[in-house]
C-alpha cells in the first residue's frame, strides 16, 4: 500500500509543478517556473510518504506567499 500511495501523490504533486512550470513560464515569473520545476523533479528523492507529503505542501504553499 506504501507504493500505491508514493505513487499517486507522486502523480499529483507532478501535475501541479507542471501546471505552476506552464503558468511561470507563459507569465514569465521566476518563482513558479523554478517550483514547477522542483515539484516534478523532487519525488525522485524521497523515500517515504510523510516526507513527500510536507515537502510537497511547501512546495505548492511558496508561491502563495512569494510573489515574483
Same mark, same amino acid.
Given at each position: 500500500?506504501?507504493?500505491?500511495?508514493?505513487?499517486?501523490?507522486?502523480?499529483? @504533486?507532478?501535475?501541479? =509543478?507542471? =501546471?505552476? @512550470?506552464?503558468? +511561470? $513560464?507563459?507569465?514569465? $515569473?521566476?518563482? %513558479?517556473?523554478?517550483?514547477?520545476?522542483?515539484?516534478?523533479? @523532487?519525488?525522485?528523492?524521497? *523515500? +517515504?510518504? *510523510?516526507?513527500?507529503?510536507?515537502? =510537497?505542501?511547501?512546495?505548492?504553499?511558496? %508561491?502563495? @506567499?512569494?510573489?515574483?
Amino acid at each position: 500500500m506504501d507504493s500505491a500511495s508514493m505513487m499517486l501523490w507522486v502523480v499529483l @504533486f507532478g501535475s501541479i =509543478g507542471m =501546471g505552476y @512550470f506552464i503558468y +511561470g $513560464k507563459r507569465q514569465s $515569473k521566476l518563482v %513558479p517556473l523554478c517550483i514547477g520545476i522542483a515539484l516534478c523533479i @523532487f519525488p525522485y528523492f524521497m *523515500t +517515504g510518504v *510523510t516526507m513527500l507529503l510536507i515537502v =510537497g505542501v511547501v512546495l505548492v504553499a511558496i %508561491p502563495y @506567499f512569494i510573489r515574483g
